[in-house]
Antibody, heavy 120, light 111 residues
Framework: EVQLVESGGGLVQPGGSLRLSCAASGFTFSSYWMHWVRQPPGKGLVYVSR????????TYADSVKGRFTISRDDAENTLYLQMNSLRAEDTAIYYC?????????????WGQGTLVTVSS | DVVMTQSPLSLPVTLGQPASISCRSS???????????LNWLQQRPGQSPRRLIYKVSNRDSGVPDRFSGSGSGTDFTLKISRVEAEDVGVYYC?????????FGQGTKLEI
C-alpha cells in the first residue's frame, strides 16, 4: 500500500525557516517524480514544486522560487521541502504528492498534509 | 501559464440525481503523442485530495463507476450519474501537461 506521511509543520515567525519531510512507503520511491502542493486555509490547491526521480531536476512556482528548496533522500525514501524567508502568505497545508514515472503530472497519491502557519 | 476554469463553483444536488462539472483549460492539454494529463480530484471535508480520474477518462482503482470523465483538447467534464451522500466535497480539475501544473478553482458539491 502506497503511503505518504508528511511532518515538520508548525508555527513560525515571518522570516523564519522550516523543513518539511515526507516519508514514503509501499512503492519504489527512487523511480518516481515527487511534488509538493499547498492549500491555504479554506482555499484551493496551489502547486509548489517538483523533483525528478533522480533528483537532478527541480522546479518551483514563481511564488516560492529562491526561498524554497525541494530535495530527496532515496536511501531513506524521504522527500523534503526546505522553506526559508517565510511569509504570512505561505500559511497553508502542505501536501506531498507522488508524481509518475515521467515528467508529467500524474498525482496519484497524496499525503494527509502538514500545516504551516506563519505568524508573529 | 495554463489557467483552469471550472463551472459551476457551487453545485447543489439531490441524492440520486446526476451532476456534472465542467473544466476548461486556456490551452490544449494534448501532447504530441496524444496523451492528455487532465485529472479530477475529490476532497471530502477534512480530508486530503484523492485522485478519481486520470488522463481525462480513466477511473482510479476503487472509484465507483458512477463517476466518469470525458472531453478533449481544452474542454473536459466530470459526471456523477447518481449522487450519493458520500460524494459531498470539493472537486478539482488539474492539468499535468504543461509546467507549471495548475488546478481549477474547485467546485463545491452539496446535497
Amino acid at each position: 500500500e502506497v503511503q505518504l506521511v508528511e511532518s515538520g509543520g508548525g508555527l513560525v515567525q515571518p522570516g523564519g525557516s522550516l523543513r518539511l519531510s515526507c516519508a514514503a512507503s509501499g512503492f519504489t520511491f527512487s523511480s518516481y517524480w515527487m511534488h509538493w502542493v499547498r492549500q491555504p486555509p479554506g482555499k484551493g490547491l496551489v502547486y509548489v514544486s517538483r523533483i525528478s526521480f533522480d533528483g537532478t531536476t527541480t522546479t518551483y512556482a514563481d511564488s516560492v522560487k529562491g526561498r524554497f528548496t525541494i530535495s530527496r533522500d532515496d536511501a531513506e525514501n524521504t522527500l523534503y521541502l526546505q522553506m526559508n524567508s517565510l511569509r504570512a502568505e505561505d500559511t497553508a497545508i502542505y501536501y506531498c504528492v507522488r508524481g509518475g514515472l515521467t515528467i508529467y503530472g500524474d498525482f496519484d497519491y497524496w499525503g494527509q498534509g502538514t500545516l504551516v502557519t506563519v505568524s508573529s | 501559464d495554463v489557467v483552469m476554469t471550472q463551472s459551476p463553483l457551487s453545485l447543489p444536488v439531490t441524492l440520486g440525481q446526476p451532476a456534472s462539472i465542467s473544466c476548461r483549460s486556456s490551452q490544449s492539454l494534448v501532447l504530441s503523442d496524444g496523451r492528455t494529463y487532465l485529472n479530477w480530484l475529490q476532497q471530502r471535508p477534512g480530508q486530503s485530495p484523492r485522485r478519481l480520474i486520470y488522463k481525462v477518462s480513466n477511473r482510479d482503482s476503487g472509484v465507483p463507476d458512477r463517476f466518469s470523465g470525458s472531453g478533449s483538447g481544452t474542454d473536459f467534464t466530470l459526471k456523477i450519474s447518481r449522487v450519493e451522500a458520500e460524494d459531498v466535497g470539493v472537486y478539482y480539475c488539474m492539468q499535468g501537461t504543461h509546467w507549471p501544473y495548475s488546478f481549477g478553482q474547485g467546485t463545491k458539491l452539496e446535497i
